[in-house]
């Protein structure tokens, strides 16, 4: 076997015994690299400077050997050692090895038996060496895969299991709170299927990095598996100081990332569980978390607590997006319209299609449990297809019927906007259902208008030349530039109904309330009002000039065939004598 040469250290006292040793180390087939010690001083300073692979020691008697191999252990006992002396007995043999000498040569043997002896000792103690450390090596590493993410470096599924039940236990010796986030990314899978895995991987190793910076040193993130990231945080304060977290990482997700020349965007919905409240195992409170985040993601992204009342329907959450594309191919999907009241003649200006999911278990289920959920599987489109043609349709047939003449408003999502072709669908389904443009209104939120306001503008002009007119929904939430809003086609501002339920009670939404209303005025726009509960709120509203009001006060979504009896003029609205 030939050995790259292997580094000696030579420790010998007596010249002439050194000159023939370093003679039989340096020649032969095997080459090894000596480096001389004349002293015990010596040997020490040089090991404690360099790396050898080897030390041979030629002691001139057995007591000085057996200090020097103690003294050696002591220090250096991961490096080989062979003890050379005159002369030796088994005794003093056993004596050394104990001490830690890994072989005992006689000078008398070396002689003897040429100088191959000593070779082959060495060669073998240090291909040994060597050995072990690999093994070692690949230990730890096995370690290391065994419980890292390949890909981010993160502690994987079956660490973080392990941690969570050993901060657990801590937590039940000295009680303290602790918090789990289950962290699943929007839009991955779009983006691993569009610009390619290689982008993909890119993107959850910068999510990692991200989610690792919002967090204390103490706290642990680990990758699931696919795009889901689970936190531990460890002696949290209470729920506030885990919401802040969460807020902390949505915000850096939300910032734009550029890989390879891409600017992406992706969001994340976060479910939190807190222990002891949801759970004192890993399974209870992984679940809570899960369950929460399936409800923070159907409501479009964000973060949310579990509460248990989410828990009784947990199977079905996680079944939810199967169950949504079902409910598309068999059409569970129904329309319940809310009348939009003129304030000033009291009549009806518009019914709203609010879409319903008539689940054959579950009942009907609301648009916030599902439409986020719609929009991040992409089944949006399809959804929204399904609500356009149902709402077009319905209306033409009323007025087929010779039922007065009252103009639907459709709400799109914003994903609906941006990518499934709105300009397109529009104009199929008022070719195929044959309603005139005029009775149809596109309600669209700020964010989704606000998101690309280039885009947005030349969407909404093509719009708006096929006849129809559009409305600002959710005004007031989002951020919008009225440079933007001057230009935008609209013909409605929907004030947001978290501004109208306040206006009697805050100070500061009565006045946005009031400044919206007098700003859509002055940009020629009507100003819409949602969510009029109570009286007091309708008075309000009047006064600065709201020119039309929609909210449970007047009427609430309804069934077509309630619509129908109330066009038909069978049942009045509630509204008409708050109104007149
Ligand atoms: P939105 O467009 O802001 O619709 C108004 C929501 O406020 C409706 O909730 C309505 O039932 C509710 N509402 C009406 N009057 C009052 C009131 O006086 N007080 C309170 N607290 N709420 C009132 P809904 O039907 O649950 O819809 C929720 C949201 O789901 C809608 O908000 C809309 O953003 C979305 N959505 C509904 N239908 C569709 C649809 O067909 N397509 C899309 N993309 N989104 C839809
Ligand atoms: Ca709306
Ligand atoms: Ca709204």
């Known amino acids: 076997m030939t050995l790259p040469s292997a580094r000696i250290l030579l420790v010998s006292t007596s010249s002439g015994g050194m000159a023939s040793l370093v003679g039989s180390l340096?020649?032969?087939?095997?080459?090894?690299?000596?480096?001389?010690?004349?002293?015990?001083?010596?040997?020490?300073?040089?090991?404690?400077?360099?790396?050898?692979?080897?030390?041979?020691?030629?002691?001139?008697?057995?007591?000085?050997?057996?200090?020097?191999v103690r003294l050696f252990h002591r220090f250096h006992s991961s490096v080989p050692l062979v003890v050379i002396l005159a002369e030796s007995t088994p005794e003093v043999e056993i004596e050394l090895k104990r001490e830690g000498a890994r072989d005992v040569l006689t000078s008398m043997c070396l002689t003897c038996d040429s100088d191959s002896v000593l070779r082959r000792v060495l060669g073998h103690l240090i291909e040994n060496r060597r050995l072990v450390r690999e093994l070692e090596r690949a230990r730890q590493l096995g370690l290391h895969l065994a419980h890292h993410d390949t890909l981010t470096g993160l502690p994987n599924r079956q660490l973080f299991r392990t941690r969570l039940r050993e901060a657990l236990a801590r937590a039940r010796r000295h009680p303290r709170p602790l918090a789990v986030f289950f962290i699943d990314l929007d839009r991955f899978k779009k983006i691993n299927d569009t610009l390619g895995h290689n982008i993909g991987d890119l993107l959850l190793i910068e999510v990692g990095r991200r989610i690792r910076t919002c967090l204390r040193e103490t706290d642990l993130v680990a990758r699931r598996g696919g795009d889901e990231f689970t936190v531990i945080l460890d002696g949290v304060a209470n729920g506030q100081a885990a919401a802040r977290a969460a807020g902390k990482i949505l915000e850096a997700l939300a910032e734009p990332l550029v890989l390879d020349g891409n600017t992406l965007r992706v969001g994340a919905s976060i479910g939190i569980s807190l222990a002891p409240a949801?759970?004192?195992?890993?399974?209870?409170?992984?679940?809570c978390a899960d369950i929460a985040m399936y409800r923070a993601k159907a409501r479009g992204g964000g973060f949310e607590f579990f509460l248990p009342e989410m828990g009784?329907?947990?199977?079905?959450?996680?079944?939810?997006?199967?169950?949504?594309?079902?409910?598309?191919?068999?059409s569970e999907f129904v329309l319940h319209y809310q009348p939009i009241l003129n304030v000033e003649r009291g009549n009806l200006s518009c019914l709203e299609a609010l879409v319903r999911w008539q689940h054959p278990?579950?009942?009907?289920?609301?648009?916030?449990?599902?439409?986020?959920?719609?929009?991040?599987?992409?089944?949006?489109t399809a959804l929204g297809e399904q609500v356009l043609l149902m709402a077009c349709k319905q209306n033409k047939e009323w007025q087929n019927a010779g039922?007065?003449?009252?103009?639907?408003?459709?709400?799109?999502?914003?994903?609906q906007?941006?990518?499934?072709?709105?300009?397109?669908?529009?104009?199929?389904?008022?070719?195929?259902?044959?309603?005139?443009?005029?009775?149809?209104?596109?309600?669209?939120?700020?964010?989704?208008?606000?998101?690309?306001?280039?885009?947005?503008?030349?969407?909404?002009?093509?719009?708006?030349?096929?006849?129809?007119r559009i409305a600002i929904d959710?005004?007031?939430?989002?951020?919008?530039?009225?440079?933007?809003?001057?230009?935008?086609?609209?013909?409605?501002?929907?004030?947001?109904?978290?501004?109208?339920?306040?206006?009697?009670?805050?100070?500061?939404?009565?006045?946005?309330?009031?400044?919206?209303?007098?700003?859509?005025?002055?940009?020629?726009?009507?100003a819409v009002a949602e969510g009029v509960e109570t009286r007091e709120q309708l008075e309000f509203l009047r006064h600065p000039g709201c020119d039309e009001v929609q909210g449970y006060l007047l009427a609430r979504p309804q069934a077509p065939q309630h619509i129908e009896?109330?066009?038909?003029?069978?049942?009045?609205?509630t509204a008409a004598p708050v109104l007149n």
């Open 417 to 468: 906007f941006q990518v499934g072709r709105p300009v397109d669908l529009v104009r199929s389904v008022l070719d195929e259902t044959g309603l005139s443009p005029d009775f149809l209104d596109i309600e669209l939120t700020e964010s989704a208008v606000m998101a690309d306001p280039s885009f947005a503008t030349e969407t909404l002009r093509r719009m708006r030349d096929l006849g129809l």
């Open 361 to 380: 278990e579950r009942g009907l289920i609301f648009p916030d449990e599902f439409i986020g959920l719609a929009e991040e599987s992409g089944l949006i």
């Open 278 to 287: 949801d759970g004192h195992d890993v399974e209870a409170l992984v679940r």
């Open 474 to 526: 959710d005004f007031g939430t989002g951020h919008s530039s009225l440079a933007y809003l001057k230009r935008f086609p609209i013909t409605k501002l929907k004030i947001d109904k978290a501004f109208v339920g306040a206006v009697m009670r805050d100070p500061k939404d009565a006045a946005i309330t009031r400044a919206i209303i007098s700003m859509a005025h002055n940009l020629q726009l009507k």
């Open 26 to 68: 340096t020649s032969g087939p095997s080459r090894f690299e000596v480096t001389r010690a004349t002293s015990a001083k010596e040997a020490g300073d040089l090991l404690a400077e360099q790396q050898f692979d080897a030390v041979v020691f030629e002691a001139p008697d057995t007591a000085i050997a057996l200090d020097g």
């Open 312 to 330: 009784q329907r947990t199977i079905k959450w996680i079944d939810l997006e199967n169950d949504l594309r079902r409910a598309i191919d068999r």
């Open 403 to 415: 039922l007065p003449i009252v103009p639907v408003a459709v709400n799109f999502s914003a994903k």
């Open 565 to 573: 009896n109330l066009l038909r003029g069978e049942s009045p609205l």
